[in-house]
T-cell receptor, first 113, second 111 residues
Framework: KAGVTQTPRYLIKTRGQQVTLSCSPISGHRSVSWYQQTPGQGLQFLFEYFSETQRNKGNFPGRFSGRQFSNSRSEMNVSTLELGDSALYLC????????????FGPGTRLTVT | KNEVEQSPQNLTAQEGEFITINCSYSVGISALHWLQQHPGGGIVSLFMLSSGKKKHGRLIATINIQEKHSSLHITASHPRDSAVYICASSLSGGGADGLTFGKGTHLIIQP
């Protein structure tokens, strides 16, 4: 069974630009969660999608948004990038959310200059 | 608000030693996850447990629901066990929430 894939793996953007990251979950998994990892804050929950619906959202500004498609693939978008958005963005898929075993993708490392 | 605390933050040990990493959380949870992250960023799920004890190879995870505490043990540690170990919890009440993470334990096993 193929694992969770994320594209792109690395990205360099300029302040003020926007970015879209993609996550393809394990086949059969309907839940996709997104996380941000920085050296200062560690891992933080962004949002979770299940069957195309956002079920929960972490404490991030509205510049961070996402969506999920009918094939369970998910995208997250960050608009008006700030230097502090530089981070490793990880997605994880599961059968039903955070109370199920999580399968993480390799992450997208975003650098904002 | 759920808070997850891990200790120690850093741990250096010699090959073969028995390793214990501790995790405590502040509210009722539905599941406790132990994750492993190697340099480069990839995260692997080691255990997910809601009660009792689980074992996989040289790794053992336990949880005490009453004390809101979990431990990860590594027996006969090996340099390849060097990684960051992270515990994370999900709240009671269903799957519609995200994980809350501890800050991680940086483990180095010296040959």
């Amino acid at each position: 069974k193929a694992g969770v894939t994320q594209t792109p793996r690395y990205l360099i953007k300029t302040r003020g630009q926007q970015v879209t990251l993609s996550c393809s979950p394990i086949s059969g998994h309907r839940s996709v969660s997104w996380y941000q990892q920085t050296p200062g804050q560690g891992l933080q929950f962004l949002f979770e999608y299940f069957s195309e619906t956002q079920r929960n959202k972490g404490n991030f500004p509205g510049r961070f948004s996402g969506r999920q498609f009918s094939n369970s693939r998910s995208e997250m978008n960050v608009s008006t990038l700030e230097l502090g958005d530089s981070a490793l963005y990880l997605c994880a898929s599961s059968l039903g959310g955070a109370s199920y075993e999580q399968y993480f993708g390799p992450g997208t490392r975003l650098t904002v200059t | 608000k759920n808070e997850v605390e891990q200790s120690p933050q850093n741990l250096t040990a010699q090959e073969g030693e028995f390793i214990t990493i501790n995790c405590s959380y502040s509210v009722g949870i539905s599941a406790l996850h132990w994750l492993q992250q190697h340099p480069g960023g990839g995260i692997v799920s080691l255990f997910m447990l809601s009660s009792g004890k689980k074992k996989h190879g040289r790794l053992i995870a336990t949880i005490n629901i009453q004390e809101k505490h979990s431990s990860l043990h590594i027996t006969a540690s090996h340099p390849r066990d060097s990684a960051v170990y992270i515990c994370a919890s999900s709240l009671s009440g269903g799957g519609a929430d995200g994980l809350t993470f501890g800050k991680g334990t940086h483990l180095i096993i010296q040959p």
